[in-house]
C-alpha cells in the first residue's frame, strides 16, 4: 500500500512544493522503517517505525486540512456568496480530493497493528 500510495503521488505530481513533498518523505520513511523493523525487529527499531507512522497520521491531517482549504478558498472564488453548508459541501468536492490524504493514516493505523502484532510475538 505505500509503494502504491507512493506512486500514485508521484504520478500526480504531487511534488510541486514543499508541502507536497511531505507524504511522499513519510512514505519513504516508513518503507525504511518497515524493513529495518522486518530485518530487525528491536526496542528501538519498533520506536522509531512507530513515531515515523505518528508522524505519517499527522501528515494525513494536516493533507486533509490543506485541500479542504484550496478547495474552500476556490469556491469562494467562483461563488463569493456560499456559505454554511453549501461552501462546505462544494470544498469536500473540490478540485483537490479533501479526504484522500486521510489515506496516510489507514496506511499508520496498518503499521501500528503491525507493530503490536510483533510485539505478542516477542
Given at each position: 500500500?505505500?509503494?502504491?500510495?507512493?506512486?500514485?503521488?508521484?504520478?500526480?505530481?504531487?511534488?510541486?512544493?514543499?508541502?507536497?513533498?511531505?507524504?511522499?518523505?513519510?512514505?519513504?520513511?516508513?518503507?525504511?522503517?518497515?524493513?529495518?523493523?522486518?530485518?530487525k525487529p528491536s526496542g528501538l527499531s519498533?520506536?522509531?517505525?512507530?513515531?515515523?507512522?505518528?508522524?505519517?497520521?499527522?501528515?494525513?491531517?494536516?493533507?486533509?486540512?490543506?485541500?479542504?482549504?484550496?478547495?474552500?478558498?476556490?469556491?469562494?472564488?467562483?461563488?463569493?456568496?456560499?456559505?454554511?453548508?453549501?461552501?462546505?459541501?462544494?470544498?469536500?468536492?473540490?478540485?483537490?480530493?479533501?479526504?484522500?490524504?486521510?489515506?496516510?493514516?489507514?496506511?499508520?493505523?496498518?503499521?501500528?497493528?503491525?507493530?503490536?502484532?510483533?510485539?505478542?510475538?516477542?
Amino acid at each position: 500500500m505505500l509503494i502504491g500510495t507512493g506512486l500514485e503521488l508521484y504520478l500526480l505530481d504531487h511534488y510541486e512544493d514543499a508541502w507536497q513533498l511531505i507524504p511522499l518523505i513519510c512514505i519513504g520513511a516508513a518503507l525504511v522503517g518497515m524493513v529495518w523493523v522486518l530485518s530487525k525487529p528491536s526496542g528501538l527499531s519498533l520506536r522509531i517505525f512507530k513515531g515515523i507512522l505518528g508522524l505519517s497520521a499527522l501528515s494525513g491531517l494536516v493533507g486533509v486540512y490543506l485541500h479542504m482549504k484550496a478547495n474552500y478558498e476556490f469556491e469562494l472564488e467562483m461563488k463569493p456568496s456560499a456559505q454554511g453548508w453549501e461552501l462546505f459541501s462544494e470544498s469536500l468536492s473540490g478540485a483537490l480530493p479533501a479526504l484522500a490524504p486521510g489515506s496516510m493514516i489507514a496506511l499508520a493505523l496498518i503499521g501500528y497493528t503491525y507493530t503490536l502484532l510483533i510485539k505478542q510475538q516477542t
